[in-house]
């Protein structure tokens, strides 16, 4: 069995466990982590976590970061002079999470999602260099009323998370869903 397909079973074992209601925002976080070299195997397979979400008794809404810097970066009045001085993007991050939460918040409106979703984000890896996705998933956390799943390229290893495996890891108070270990 692929690495995707025991990732789509321990999640699927995972999410059929009775929710508890009284959770805080970080405990309702579930990172679904796997290698970066398997995005595309992941991407091709995001249905399967749809079904076993279904299936489970839940709602599915998919949230996608992939593009939301191009797609912010365009929209600002001075995207020309970020282009021609890349250096001054870093003044401007602070905007780009503000977008991505706006872009949340109209996201989880349009799809009505109560705490019986499970709202997944994939495209995270496209924050790299940009954002910290610790950063990021603590902001739209609170946000989900049901499970926030995020779909994590990189390693998890003794309580830390890194992206791509390029940054020193953080710990976060998430569920860690990983192809290797089972629920």
Known sequence: ???V????????????????TDAAAAQRVIFCVYNEADELRLRSKIEEFEIATKQSGHNWALF????SFAQWLCGQKYAHSYFKKPNL?????????????????????EN???DAYVVAVKGVGS????????????K???????RL???FPGSYEDNNYRLLDGYDGWNYLAVPITADKDI
């Open 127 to 138: 924050l790299f260099g940009f954002l910290k996705v610790k950063e990021v998933v603590e």
């Open 112 to 114: 009505h999602a109560d």
């Open 64 to 67: 996608d970061l992939t593009d």
């Open 89 to 109: 993007l870093s003044t401007i991050y602070p905007k780009y999470l503000e977008y991505i939460m706006t872009s949340f918040t109209s996201f989880l409106e």
């Open 149 to 151: 799943l995020v779909f």
């Open 5 to 20: 397909k025991r990732l789509v079973a321990s999640y699927g074992k995972y999410i059929a466990i009775p929710w508890r």
């Open 140 to 146: 739209l956390a609170p946000m989900v009323s049901g």
């Open 1 to 3: 069995m692929s690495k």
